[in-house]
RNA sequence: GGGGGUAUAGUAUAGCCUGGUAGUACUACCGGCUCCAGACCGGUGGAGGGGGGUUCGAAUCCCUCUGCCCCCA
């Protein structure tokens, strides 16, 4: 895992770095309709198959956004990010799921089941339903009561082994077990709304921070195994549909020749409704080739493939689409971490906590006035800053002119904490009112299985 | 199935053998210096897994339970 330095001014090498060592590709802003804040600062920084979505949302189609939370401790502003996040999707047409991590929490920190859901209604969806969330559109459920999630992490482990989890979570032979099965079981949540029960097959989204990529990575990994076609880019253009052949297949798509036949008309029937005239099939090499195709037709051939697996009694699951952003910088300076209060605001903060940790937050102004005056403060380490361009401040001219004016040393630190504070207040304030108007809402926002 | 080790403050640890006010570092909190914060200087908090025993007195010795770690099979 690549270290973030918080210190460092420029912070976007740091992030290019993830980008690349991880795979990541950059958000194409230009794309994104209706930019929100975190798209149009570039907090949302990269993204892994987010075509898909932004195909789905162009055609119509519906699309899903998957966020889960594990009930311990309070949530704080680190938290209120993927919420807004989440919100965004919604607004754009997505249904949100969202799971609470019951099993886990139970398994792993030891809190009562009963306790998990206490904690997670009155703690973390109270403050969601306060975020706006939409209750029409949000469904939200336990691990512990909906067991298709943990039968379908049961299945998925077939697809990997224990090195594995040792390259990506750097799990030893001390490693209690429970922790090897969270990840499969998060798969699972991630996964399942696919099912035709919970929605059937579409793009589903998981807006995360870069630290969550391994759950990510191991999820994509996971479903794309079990996948029966696959779809690669062909090296001298368009698109390439091979068959793989699996135990779990096997008497379906290669018992015999007229079977493999039989498969290769179904594929090709299903790319043809999608408009290509130019296929090229060779049954005996296990390809079909979509040679007028373009990189972006990936996405309803998949969509395509995956529909005729499911005919044929396949899982057809789609890998899970993702966005990263980056973390604000903790209060202190360093990292923002819900073990260690000072470094954050927790949603339900009192007002005079609030200030208090903004008022000995670490700043970037300069040692006196003078010098401050002369030469300016860095924005890019000022915590009031950085909370005013990653939650508080809407406007992108005022924040500019409030980065002006502190590079320039006409703004004083002192007086650019008071700014932040105001609008934490204004903030908190509104919260804490909008989580009092619509607590009653709360269980409208349970699915089924999550009513008592 | 058998054997060994270990448990001290939010964190990391010292003290245990040889019983006598539990020490240190970071953190937290307060003050000074700073426009504010940091850095720096000064100060204040906070701890021996649970139960039992021995003893005038137990973190320390003994038993037991629980958790964690390791070895053998």
């Not at 993927?82 to 030891?110: H, P, S, Y």
């Not at 001298?236 to 091979?242: F, P, Q, S, W």
């Not at 989580?435 to 089924?448: E, G, S, V, Y």
Request: hydrophobic fraction near 40%; aromatic fraction near 8%; glycine fraction near 8%.
């Amino acid at each position: 895992m690549v270290d973030i330095d918080p210190w460092s001014s420029d912070v976007s090498t740091d992030y290019d770095r993830i980008i690349q060592q991880f795979g990541l590709s950059s958000v194409p802003l230009a794309e994104i309709p209706n930019p929100s804040l975190h798209h149009r600062r570039d907090i949302i920084f990269a993204h892994r198959d987010l075509g898909n979505i932004l195909q789905a949302h162009a055609r119509g189609d519906s699309f899903g956004v998957m966020t889960g939370l594990m009930p311990s401790g309070q949530m704080h502003l680190g938290h209120k990010m993927v919420i807004d996040q989440v919100r965004w999707f919604q607004e754009q047409g997505a249904d949100v799921t969202i799971a609470v991590a019951d099993l886990e929490a139970n398994a792993t920190r030891g809190y009562s089941l009963a306790e998990c859901r206490r904690l997670a209604l009155e703690e973390y969806v109270a403050n969601y339903v306060a975020m706006g969330l939409d209750p029409e559109k949000t469904q939200i459920y336990f691990q512990s009561s909906r067991p298709i999630v943990q039968r379908m992490g049961f299945t998925l482990g077939k697809r990997t082994n224990l090195s594995e989890f040792e390259a990506i979570y750097g799990f030893q032979g001390d490693t209690n077990l429970a922790h090897v099965q969270a990840p499969l079981v998060q798969a699972g949540d991630i996964l399942h709304p696919q099912l035709e029960e919970y929605g059937g097959l579409r793009p589903i989204v998981v807006p995360v921070g870069v630290d969550q990529d391994p759950h990510l990575r191991l999820c994509r990994g996971l479903a794309g195994k079990t996948n029966w076609f696959n779809v690669i880019e062909r090296k001298n253009g368009g698109l390439r549909i091979t068959v793989s052949v699996m135990v779990e297949n096997q008497s379906i798509v290669a018992a015999d020749k007229s079977s493999t036949a039989a498969i290769f008309t179904q594929i090709i029937d299903a790319v043809k409704t999608l408009g290509y005239g130019d296929i090229m099939a060779d049954a005996k090499h296990g390809i079909v080739d979509l040679p007028a195709a373009t990189p972006k037709d990936r996405y309803p051939v998949r969509m395509a493939l995956l529909t005729l697996e499911r005919s044929l009694g396949g899982p057809g699951l789609l890998q899970p689409s993702s966005t990263y952003h980056r973390f604000a910088v903790g209060m202190t300076g360093g990292k923002m971490s819900s073990s260690k209060p000072e470094t954050t605001i927790f949603l339900n903060e009192s007002l005079d906590k609030m200030e208090k940790k903004f008022k000995r937050s670490f700043s970037g102004g300069q040692s006196t006035v003078e010098e401050h005056r002369r030469i300016g403060g860095n924005p890019d380490v000022d915590v009031a800053f950085q909370y005013l361009l990653f939650f508080f401040e809407e406007d992108d001219a005022a924040l500019e002119e409030i980065r002006r004016a502190y590079v320039s040393g006409d703004l004083l630190s002192g007086e650019l904490k008071a700014i932040t504070i105001e609008k934490a207040r204004a903030w908190l304030t509104e919260l804490g009112e909008m989580r009092d108007q619509n607590a009653h809402l709360i269980n409208q926002f349970l699915a089924d299985d999550a009513q008592n």
